[in-house]
């Protein structure tokens, strides 16, 4: 099968690569329909990761169930279905809970060297049953798509972020998952949702949802438009040192950073006593993807949840190596991009 690999940051290709055969009774092999790449496959691409051998990349997918394992019971060949970037054993307590973070055997992110990439033709999926949600026909391609990973993220820093009715809140980065952040604390209640980010395109498209836009210089006026106590949470969609210094000093004392971005290998310097003397909550999460479709897929099914906007670029996987570099270079045109199979 034809598959999306890198081998060295800011090498990207497409080549061939043995078929996925069904991981057990309980798995799965799904032919990929439309794979998307997402702001993590770049942390492999900007060098934040080691590469110690080519990886497949992608966590994002939806497709057709082409084989399953004799113990799978929700689905069957032919299915139309949405697979979860991160998975879980399906069996244990922590599974039980559908939130595949709190897996006893540790989650696992599709495309990140141990399970296969979904920028693929084909990816094998472990305990389908926990992994694969049913595709409503009613359902188009990019809310499937932010439904197996950025929305899901953009939802849980918001739900995460403690935001009081009326309150307010801060979005750092207008990637695809700080986008859906916006429109997550918005549709939770947030009255005033101020969105970060350096590229003026990326605010504009933060403000169209009803969001007040920032360039991270303007972050001053926050303390001033707050009544001089600051939002009453911050979310960060980047997870920078940069971004996570600024969310803890710029939340109101009492107040919640929640950090869904993710933060290279370093060690982050945590101010400690700043955080304590004021009384901040910091929570950071990966995405509890199988526990939040119940809850979003309504939500966005019914509009309520508006996926629309944020995938900007349509390419054939075959065009992975271009869609990778214009994605890297985060520009107002180019935030997310479809890689059709
Ligand atoms: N927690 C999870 O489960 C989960 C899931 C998906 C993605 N992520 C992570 O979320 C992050 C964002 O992903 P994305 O796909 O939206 O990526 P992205 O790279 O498209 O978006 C990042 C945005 O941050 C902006 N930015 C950079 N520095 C900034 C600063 N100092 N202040 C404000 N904005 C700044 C960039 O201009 C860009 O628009 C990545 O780190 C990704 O790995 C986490
Ligand atoms: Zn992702
Ligand atoms: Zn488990």
């Keep these: 099968m034809r598959s999306v690999l890198i081998e060295n940051p800011g090498e990207v290709r497409v080549d061939t690569v043995d078929d996925p055969v069904l991981p057990g009774p309980d798995g799965a092999i799904v032919q990929v329909e439309q794979t998307a790449i997402c702001g993590s496959d770049l942390h492999f691409y ?7 051998a080519p990886i497949s990349l992608g966590h994002e997918a939806f497709g057709t169930v082409v084989e399953v394992g004799s113990q799978v019971r929700e689905h069957a060949v032919g299915d139309r279905v949405v697979v979860s970037s991160v998975a879980g054993c399906g069996a244990c307590d922590g599974c039980s809970t559908l ?4 897996c006893v055997q540790g989650p696992v992110i599709f495309g990140c060297g141990v399970l296969g990439g979904a920028q693929s033709e084909l990816l094998a999926v472990p305990a389908a049953d926990f992994q694969l949600l049913s595709m409503p026909d ?3 391609a990019e809310a499937a798509l932010l439904l197996t990973d950025n929305l899901v993220t953009g939802w849980a820093g918001a739900r995460r972020a403690d935001i009081p009715a009326g309150g307010s809140a801060v979005v750092m980065g207008l990637g695809a998952v700080g986008l ?4 997550s604390a918005l549709a939770l209640g947030a009255e005033t949702v101020y969105a970060v980010d350096p590229v003026a395109g990326r605010r504009a498209t933060a403000a169209a949802s009803g969001a007040v836009g920032l360039d991270p210089s303007e972050l001053g006026v926050l303390t001033e438009q707050t ?10 969609a980047v997870g920078s040192d940069t971004t996570m210094s600024s969310a803890l000093s710029l939340v109101r ?11 290279d290998l370093n060690p982050f310097p945590f101010p400690a006593t700043m955080a304590l003397i004021r009384s901040v909550t910091l929570r950071s999460t990966t995405a509890p993807i199988q526990q939040a479709w119940p809850e979003l897929l309504p939500l966005v ?15 054939p996987l075959e065009h992975a190596a271009a869609a990778y570099a214009r994605v890297a270079e985060r520009s107002a045109d180019c935030v997310k991009v479809i890689l059709e199979v």
């Design 99 to 102: 939130d595949p973070v709190t």
């Design 180 to 183: 859906c952040a916006v429109r």
């Design 46 to 52: 900007e060098g934040d990761y080691p590469l110690i």
């Design 301 to 315: 099914r019914s509009g309520e949840l508006s996926t629309d906007g944020i995938f900007t670029h349509r390419m």
């Design 253 to 263: 004392a009492g107040g919640t950073v929640s950090v869904v971005g993710v933060h």
């Design 138 to 140: 009613d359902l188009g």
């Design 227 to 236: 009544g001089g106590r600051g939002p009453h949470a911050v979310i960060d």
